[in-house]
Nanobody, 123 residues
Framework: VQLGVWGGLVQAGGSLRLSCEAS????????MGWFRQAPGKQRELVAAISSGGYAYYADSVKGRTTISRDNVKNTLYLQMNSLKPEDTAVYFCAADSRYSWATFLKSFEYSYWGQGTQVTVSS
């Protein structure tokens, strides 16, 4: 599985949809997550979706973010609304099929990572 990520630049209060396209034939079997890392900060889990469609959201984005997946297009999405300057970071997607859902949310050691894309929210 290879992951390609696309992001962008947006003004505060705006919206952005990140996409993570996976190659490979077993996309549906993977738990997948979106992470971000701002300068000087640790990488954090923003949202995740299980192979069965269960979703997790960090408190910092809950209520204004939706994670989804299209197993036909092999693509993971992150719809972010009401963006804030503190959402500025490099965003990564990650995938793994080895773990239970609970372990996936804690591990941060995944088989596949996207290359990362810069998201900048201007004030």
């Amino acid at each position: 599985v290879q992951l390609g990520v696309w992001g962008g630049l947006v003004q505060a209060g705006g919206s952005l949809r990140l996409s993570c396209e996976a190659s490979g034939r077993t996309f549906s079997a993977y738990h997948m997550g979106w992470f971000r890392q701002a300068p000087g900060k640790q990488r954090e889990l923003v949202a995740a979706i299980s192979s069965g469609g269960y979703a997790y959201y960090a408190d910092s984005v809950k209520g204004r973010t939706t994670i989804s997946r299209d197993n036909v297009k092999n693509t993971l999405y992150l719809q972010m609304n009401s963006l804030k300057p503190e959402d500025t970071a490099v965003y990564f997607c990650a995938a793994d099929s080895r773990y239970s859902w609970a372990t996936f949310l804690k591990s941060f050691e995944y088989s596949y990572w996207g290359q990362g894309t810069q998201v900048t929210v201007s004030s």
